[in-house]
């Protein structure tokens, strides 16, 4: 199962790295362009928008997965092995049951903006494309975090050490 898990880690991540080389090229090309030739990239600002929500979740998915979100463990002292594993599977279980409400909301908005064919300033990319691969990708992490969140207190923790 971890194996699997594995392999199909790589389909976001290598998603989300092509993106963000795109967004150091393109950052890289507007800021020569602009200072050398006073002809900046117009849809720069667009680009980055629609890459940095690329990154960020496209590697949502695979990060909760591997519970390797920024934690501060101030209070890990105070919990014996027991109670950790149970609160971090609650945890995980419940911001996958929280994350279901935002995800359906995106779906929404991505439905709405299908339907008025909302488009984007420069180069005029639907705007539904962008909000359904965020809504995809928050359902998978939802998915993911409840899965994980039951085999936390199932079996133990997860955590690769």
Do not use: K
Request: glycine share 6%; proline share 3%.
């Amino acid at each position: 199962m971890l194996l699997l898990s594995s392999r199909l880690a790589i389909i976001p991540l290598a998603v989300a790295s092509a993106a963000l080389f795109l967004m150091m090229c393109m950052t890289f090309a507007d800021v020569v362009l602009r200072s050398s030739f006073d002809a900046p990239i117009e849809a720069a600002t667009e680009l980055t928008r629609i890459l940095m929500a690329i990154v960020v979740f496209s590697s949502l998915p695979v990060c909760s997965g591997r519970g390797e979100h920024i934690s501060v463990d101030l209070f890990d002292g105070y919990f014996n092995n027991a109670m950790a594993r149970m609160r971090d599977g609650i945890i995980a279980l419940l911001c996958g049951i929280m994350l279901l409400w935002p995800a359906q909301r995106v779906t929404v908005l991505a439905q709405r903006a299908a339907d008025y064919g909302d488009l984007t300033e420069y180069l005029q990319i639907p705007q539904s494309y962008i909000a359904w691969g965020i809504a995809v990708a928050t359902f998978a992490t939802a998915i993911i975090l409840i899965i994980r969140g039951v085999a936390i207190l199932i079996w133990g923790n997860l955590q690769r050490d």
